[in-house]
């Protein structure tokens, strides 16, 4: 007879094989989590980081591993990119996400001062269809996915 044992890996954990029930293999946690140094678990990496390492005090982003959306500090911590921004950059000072040239989010445009600004109507398109009676329908087709339709009739002759 032969039984299979489950064997539960560590919460957050991928692989298990190496290390065994409960525990984590080395580089077997799921992304955005780091082990710990008795591969009993896998802890969250800070905000925005994708892959992180820990010192005997903190746990800090590999560099070049923050997630989407984020960019690296000086201090291998992640911060978000400003609303609206898929791709951002740090201004002189080190300390503050503005948005790469261009990089706005789809639906988003970027203004004068780089900031990624959401679209208001922009631009629209109208269509006007001829019906019975001398009656004319306007279609106006505005940016994002907005309609309004609307009729007018003729006056009647003076």
Known sequence: MVYILFSACATNCKTCSTKGSGKCDTNGCKSGYRLKDDFTACEACPNGCSFCTFDTT??????????AGFVMKSDLTCT???DGCAVCSLTTDGNTATCASGKCKQHYVQDSQGNCKRKSVLLFTMFL??????IISAVIMLDCFLAICFHSVPLAPI
Request: hydrophobic share 20%; charged share 10%; aromatic share 0%.
């Open 80 to 82: 978000a990119c400003p």
């Open 129 to 134: 269809v001829h019906c019975h009676e001398g």
């Open 58 to 67: 903190t746990s800090k982003c590999v560099l070049g591993q923050c997630n």
